[in-house]
């Protein structure tokens, strides 16, 4: 049997800017810079929010379920 590097399972978090910077409702205030307890965004200077910690994501899907523009996209990575 061949043995191969270990599997290491981890987490993406994307925000999709156009869909971001278009939404009138939560952008100002940055909604989810505040909601996500493990500290994953971090607000960019006149715009947008960018998930710079991304690796720190416990997957809990609160930003996923609060963004009303839908900008946001959480998932499972997997490296070999
Ligand atoms: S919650 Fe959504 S729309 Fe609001 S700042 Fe975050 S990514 Fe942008
Ligand atoms: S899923 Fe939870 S931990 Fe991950 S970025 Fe969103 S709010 Fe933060």
Request: net charge neutral.
């Amino acid at each position: 049997m061949e043995v191969g590097p270990a599997t290491t399972v981890g987490t993406e978090v994307y925000v999709d800017p156009d869909l971001c910077s278009r939404s009138r409702h939560c952008h100002a205030k940055h909604r989810c810079v505040d909601l996500c307890s493990m500290g994953v965004f971090v607000s960019i200077k006149g715009d947008g929010v960018y998930p710079e910690k991304s690796q720190l994501c416990c997957m809990c899907f609160l930003c996923n379920d609060f963004c009303p523009a839908h900008a946001i996209t959480v998932r499972w990575t997997l490296r070999a």
